[in-house]
């Protein structure tokens, strides 16, 4: 239908139709980066899931390929689920996953591709002696054991791998040893556990330099001064910890344990979930992926005949002072900006509402500084916000007038503004620094029934005495709208399906309803051009 085709995302990843979900073993490769996923190839919900294959030189044009494994194995004959691949001393990579056995039990595979020379990869070949890992014992759950991560060395020369668990109810990362990748023993002790939540499914566990935004291979020597993140997937996000690796331990430890875990922070504060990381050794950085469901109904998804999209791949690192993660879209996104729009010196004093013509209001990339004028008018922050910030994007939504803010971005607008998305910040004081919230509020996003339109939302810390502009990047892109806030400190990405898409007919402000005038010394924006990810070749 029309409406299918219009909501079909240009430039964030998805196949050409049916159903995906958690991205899998993505690696780069001999030139090449791999990406594969969850993917059921009868139809858009999910079911009968193998693992999909798609590649490319650039992250951004995708070349689909045959999916890679199906379900035709004892040890996978339930399910070909989410894992990693590694790439061994010597260039061999090797890929283990989770398979759900005959008796449906979780256990772990391993496969390697057919033949190397294959510049694609497209055969895999599941080893003989899988599985390789399964798990007994009082106080686990063989229907809770999932998603292995990519491997990394210890000091002892051994392979490492963590793998999601539930003990005694509990969320958990496993520990394993091995000699030879395909020989498996259970450390003692977790990698990491905590009684905040249960089940973890996903864990990501990567090497970070504090300021540093060249990624780190997790099997080469980690470099003093390193910090690692432990990443897990539990309540529809992506959470994650920052700390150090205890060699002596060999066990993760958070530099700050909360036994809340609404305070955990997030890889993203929107739709996003089972995210995995890689480290591109093409461009020297970490690159991470993750999944954005549909939130329309399933019927929906059924009638468009496909469901699930990929974030834009990011680069990933961490902040100097070693408190957060930053991300920012791969530079490689930017070669599909086509024609460009560039004002410089608005001023958006309170109540203001700015159109942005010329360019593709539905296929979009959108940077703006915001600059504030004085810093004396924000509002004191309240501490238990951080709770729950999605409430607080309700209640002080873009309509109620603050100190300083809410301005932002009104997007996907229809000619009447019955539908618009709202992405936007509020600046608060709070003792020495400043708090700012960053929503994208979906609640007005289309007229259509049974949506999912929460109002996403997240704080982070800014400091604004040494740097008064608060940036903004959106990329829109049909039913996805992707923002990067504060230069990469905070991000959320939403799905919206407003009906004045399917007309094509909409519209995009920046708008300001705050009392203190903010400038706006930069905006640019492109139309975007629509990627080749829906090709079929080979
Ligand atoms: N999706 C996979 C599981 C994983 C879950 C199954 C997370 O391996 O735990 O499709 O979305």
């Known amino acids: 239908s029309i409406a299918s085709e219009r909501y079909r995302t240009a430039y964030h990843f998805q196949p050409p139709k049916n159903w995906i979900n958690d991205p899998n073993g993505p690696m780069y490769y001999n030139g090449i980066y791999h990406s594969f996923y969850q993917y059921n190839p009868h139809g858009s919900l999910w079911g009968d899931i193998v693992w999909g294959h798609a590649v490319s030189t650039d992250l951004v044009n995708w070349i689909i390929l045959e999916p890679a494994i199906e ?7 339930n399910g070909c689920w989410t894992g990693s691949a590694t790439i061994l001393p010597g260039g061999q990579p090797i890929v283990i996953y989770t398979g759900g056995d005959a008796e449906n039990h979780q256990v772990q595979n391993i496969m390697l591709p057919k033949n190397r020379s294959d510049p694609y990869l497209r055969e895999w070949t599941k080893v003989g002696n899988n599985p390789v890992l399964q798990l007994v014992g009082p106080g686990f759950n063989s229907s809770q054991f999932r998603d292995p991560t990519t491997g990394w060395i210890g000091p002892d020369g051994l392979w490492r791998i963590a793998i999601g668990a539930e003990v005694n109810g509990y969320g958990a990362a496993l520990l394993y040893k091995s000699e030879d990748f395909l020989n498996w023993t259970r450390v003692d002790h977790p990698l990491y556990s905590s009684n905040a939540s249960a089940m973890w499914e996903c864990p990501d566990f990567f090497a970070v330099l504090p300021g540093n935004n060249g990624g780190l291979d997790l099997s080469a020597a980690i470099p003093e001064g390193a910090k690692h993140v432990l990443k897990v997937s539990l309540d529809q996000c992506d959470k ?12 993760f430890s958070p530099d700050t344990v909360l036994d809340d875990r609404r305070l955990w922070l997030k890889i ?15 461009n020297s950085r970490r690159v991470i992926w993750g999944w954005t469901n549909e939130s329309d109904s399933s019927s929906d998804d059924v009638a468009k005949g496909w469901a699930g999209i990929y974030a834009i791949p990011r680069a990933i690192w961490l902040d100097s002072d070693a408190k ?6 791969v530079d490689e996104i930017e070669s599909l900006r086509g024609n460009e729009i560039n004002h410089q010196g ?9 159109e942005i013509k010329g360019i593709d209001s539905t296929q979009a990339d959108v940077e703006i500084d915001f600059e504030l004028t004085s810093i004396d008018d924000a509002d004191p922050f309240e501490p238990s916000w951080l709770l729950d910030a999605e409430k607080h994007c309700r209640e002080a939504d873009a309509s109620i007038r603050g100190g300083i803010g809410p301005f932002g971005l009104v997007i996907l607008a229809s000619d009447n503004m019955e539908e618009h998305t709202v992405v936007h910040f509020r600046v608060y004081k709070s003792q020495q620094k400043y708090m700012i919230l960053m929503c994208s509020d979906l609640r007005r996003s289309s007229l259509r029934p049974e949506l999912y339109t929460p109002a996403y939302g997240g704080f982070f810390e800014f400091d604004l005495e040494k740097e008064r502009k608060i940036s903004l990047r959106t990329l829109i892109d049909r039913s996805a709208v992707e923002s990067f806030g504060g230069g990469g400190r905070l991000y959320i990405i939403a799905r919206v399906y407003p009906v004045a ?18 400038k706006v010394p930069q905006l640019k924006a492109w139309s975007m051009m629509t990627a080749q990810v829906n090709v079929k070749k080979g």
Do not use: C
Not at 71 to 77: C, E, F, L, M, S
Not at 268 to 282: I, L, R, T, V, W
Not at 324 to 329: D, F, N
Not at 346 to 354: H, R, S
């Open 268 to 282: 993203d504060y929107g739709n996003y979930y089972a995210s995995k990381s890689f480290f591109d050794s093409k």
């Open 346 to 354: 608005l001023e958006l004093n309170k109540g203001d509402l700015f």
């Open 501 to 518: 898409l399917v007309d094509e007919r909409t519209h995009m402000y920046a708008f300001n309803n705050g009392s203190t005038t903010v």
């Open 71 to 77: 379900r035709d194995t004892p040890a996978d004959i």
């Open 324 to 329: 957060q993660l930053l991300q920012w879209p």
């Open 240 to 251: 994650y910890m920052i700390g150090v690796y205890d060699l002596k331990r060999d066990a």
